[in-house]
């Protein structure tokens, strides 16, 4: 961290590393997945809000063969408000539509991939309750 204030990074947001050493630069942390308030400078949404408009968006936009990528990890409040969701829309499978993820790896998400092709060849979002999941998804 010490060479981050020297490439002009101003601070640092987290989630999900624990406290980070101080290095002089200001720490926001972000939510985990039991939605914990024990950091300083937290900063949480209400999980199943942020989901519902993640979705909401999602389907405004026309797109309707939707599959959802779900990690272990994840704050299940999330999925719900997806779900809720793609209910009002009577998407009645939103359940086989969920690809659960157990690792943090590119390999399992190409494994994954796979399945949503071969599954929902015309699917046309892939919705996500990670930015992780969704950059392996991209890699």
């Known amino acids: 961290m010490k060479n981050a204030k020297s490439i002009g990074i101003n601070g ?14 200001p720490v926001i942390y972000l939510e985990d997945r039991l939605g914990n308030t024990t950091y300083p400078e937290y900063v949480a949404c209400d999980s199943y809000s942020g989901g519902y408009k993640i979705m909401k968006e999602v389907l405004s936009r026309g797109h309707r063969d939707i599959v ?15 779900y809720d ?3 009002e829309y009577n998407i009645t499978d ?10 943090n790896s590119v390999s399992e998400t190409n494994i994954i991939l796979r399945r949503i092709r ?13 930015d992780d999941d969704s950059y392996r998804m991209i890699q």
């Open 68 to 82: 959802i990528l779900f990690h272990m990890l994840n704050n299940p409040d999330r999925l719900r408000g997806m």
């Open 12 to 25: 640092i947001i987290s989630s999900g590393f624990g406290i980070l050493p101080d290095e002089g630069l």
């Open 118 to 130: 071969k599954q929902y060849p015309d699917v046309t979002a892939i919705v996500s309750c990670s």
């Open 85 to 87: 969701v793609m209910k």
């Open 94 to 103: 939103y359940r086989e539509r969920t690809f659960i993820l157990s690792e």
